[in-house]
T-cell receptor, first 112, second 115 residues
Framework: LAKTTQPISMDSYEGQEVNITCSHNNIATNDYITWYQQFPSQGPRFIIQGYKTKVTNEVASLFIPADRKSSTLSLPRVSLSDTAVYYCLVGGTSGGYNKLIFGAGTRLAVHP | DADVTQTPRNRITKTGKRIMLECSQTKGHDRMYWYRQDPGLGLRLIYYSFDVKDINKGEISDGYSVSRQAQAKFSLSLESAIPNQTALYFC??????????????FGPGTRLLVL
């Protein structure tokens, strides 16, 4: 199973760009990288997914270097409502086996 | 995600009681999952199902059982509840576009307290 390592917590201020890096040294060739966001007492919500290089959507960007051993979630100009836990997941289900593992995530606190 | 619903949203029960948590989805996904989350921790997988006739244990299945009654319904049972099963329980479905890429959609959660 591809294990991921993320910072336990981060602090930022409104209007700043936040970058959260995830390490996944043993990522498999076909694994995708997916990020989820979770607010207190709610289920995680899909943010972005990618395989290599850069992916951008309306809420975030995902940067993946050529070796794919890490990835960085970038949140542009955060607001107080971006305070949440962010999870990095690698892999999916293959051969009937579920590889998705939610670690402890990164707790982001955005301050006024 | 409003397409994934869980009932009840909150439940208080006593040690030794049997309880069932229910999950329904209108997303048309084949794959469904049950997770539990303890305060300050990530989600841990209890059971998952890739199809109506398919049931698989996750990392913490002891003390739990599941039933996949239909594509849209996946129930989690605690046969004899114990206090350390107090947690937040999430149901999820997944959109599996290929063998290695899928997105999970989560319900609102059920908060369970076992006294």
């Amino acid at each position: 199973l591809a294990k991921t390592t993320q910072p336990i917590s981060m602090d930022s201020y409104e209007g700043q760009e936040v970058n959260i890096t995830c390490s996944h040294n043993n990522i498999a060739t076909n694994d995708y990288i997916t990020w989820y966001q979770q607010f207190p007492s709610q289920g995680p919500r899909f943010i972005i997914q990618g395989y290599k290089t850069k992916v951008t959507n309306e809420v975030a960007s995902l940067f993946i270097p050529a070796d794919r051993k890490s990835s960085t979630l970038s949140l542009p100009r955060v607001s107080l409502s971006d305070t949440a836990v962010y999870y990095c997941l690698v892999g999916g289900t293959s051969g009937g086996y579920n590889k998705l593992i939610f670690g402890a995530g990164t707790r982001l606190a955005v301050h006024p | 995600d409003a397409d994934v619903t869980q009932t009840p949203r909150n439940r208080i029960t006593k040690t030794g009681k049997r309880i069932m948590l229910e999950c329904s989805q209108t997303k048309g996904h084949d794959r469904m999952y049950w997770y539990r989350q303890d305060p300050g921790l990530g989600l841990r997988l209890i059971y998952y199902s890739f199809d109506v006739k398919d049931i698989n244990k996750g990392e913490i299945s002891d003390g739990y059982s599941v039933s996949r009654q239909a594509q849209a319904k996946f129930s989690l049972s605690l046969e004899s509840a114990i206090p350390n099963q107090t947690a937040l329980y999430f149901c999820a479905t997944s959109d599996r576009r290929d063998a290695y890429r899928e997105t999970q959609y989560f319900g609102p959660g059920t908060r369970l307290l076992v006294l």
